[in-house]
């Protein structure tokens, strides 16, 4: 049982061991992302877009037009309840 477990482990740390060490390999030869700017301590930068961050488009009336009933709702009962429990 000793003897399985220890060469079940032997076997994983040589597996996580290649990776790391692939991992390595690559990074060393392969850029990643749009790389660094000149002097920087990093090597990488990403660039991420994120679409419809203005706001603009049709969804967004329906979302303002769906908030505004919501709130109606929520005045109306609140208006209901304070008649009701005062």
């Known amino acids: 049982m000793l003897v399985e477990t220890g060469a079940a482990t032997a076997a994983d740390y040589?597996?996580?061991y290649a990776v790391i060490q692939a991992g390595a390999d690559r990074a060393a030869t392969e850029s990643m992302a749009y790389g660094g700017p000149e002097g920087a301590a990093s090597v990488t930068a990403y660039?991420?877009?994120?679409?419809?961050?203005d706001g603009a488009g049709?969804?967004?009336?329906?979302r303002g037009v769906a908030a505004a009933a919501l709130f109606g709702l929520g005045a109306l009962l609140a208006g209901v309840a304070r008649r009701r429990f005062v």
């Not at 660039?47 to 961050?53: E, M, Q, V």
């Not at 049709?58 to 329906?62: D, E, L």
């Open 14 to 16: 040589g597996i996580k």
């Open 47 to 53: 660039s991420i877009d994120i679409a419809a961050a």
């Open 58 to 62: 049709a969804s967004s009336i329906g």
